[in-house]
């Protein structure tokens, strides 16, 4: 037991003579300024990053969403579209009806098919030009972001660039598959 204390005392008084008080505070005062930032230093995060796409975790648009008929709002590609589907007002799941224009400018939604169980980018437009179709009004909100982040919100009207503001109605153009 003699060696240990021995070697113990040795290791603290090099110690001791080699650092400060000032230096240990310097350094204590170095770390805790410091440890607010590493939860902001970039991590892999590859593993927290893989949608869960059980059942379960599902939202409700999801899990009641079907693949046969583009003209409800239960179809698959309408997770995130508020206003009139164009399938229903003379155009199609990806086109505007004839006499109105597409804007430039869209919303997103992530939606995911119910025949693969794969998760999709799906860019919503809306057509502009003619007077509201009025017709297969559908809000669905699935995970709809607030106001601040637009690009991910469905309440604004998308008619941006457009010869003209009105609204006529939506289409949902699948961008490709969400990672």
């Known amino acids: 037991m003699m060696g240990f204390d021995a070697m113990g005392e040795k290791l603290l008084r090099r110690f001791a003579g080699g650092s400060s008080r000032r230096s240990l505070l310097s350094r204590l005062g170095a770390a805790l300024v410091a440890a607010p930032v590493f939860p902001l230093l970039p991590v892999s ?26 003209g409800k709002c239960d179809y698959w590609r309408y997770c995130a579209i508020d206003g009139a589907l164009c399938t229903c007002c003379g155009g199609g799941i990806h086109s505007c009806p004839p006499g109105s224009e597409p804007s430039p400018v869209s919303w997103v939604g992530t939606c995911i098919n119910p025949d693969d169980g794969k998760a999709y980018l799906i860019a919503y437009r809306d057509c502009c030009g003619k007077p509201t179709c009025g017709q297969c009004f559908c809000d669905n909100t699935d995970r709809e972001t607030q106001l601040y982040v637009p690009q991910l919100n469905n309440d604004v009207i998308w008619c941006f660039g457009t010869s003209s503001m009105d609204y006529h109605c939506s289409t949902a153009v699948m961008v490709g598959a969400a990672s």
């Open 45 to 70: 995060r590859a593993e927290a990053a893989k949608p869960d796409r059980s059942p379960e975790a599902k939202t409700a648009f999801a899990r009641s969403a079907q693949t046969k008929d583009d």
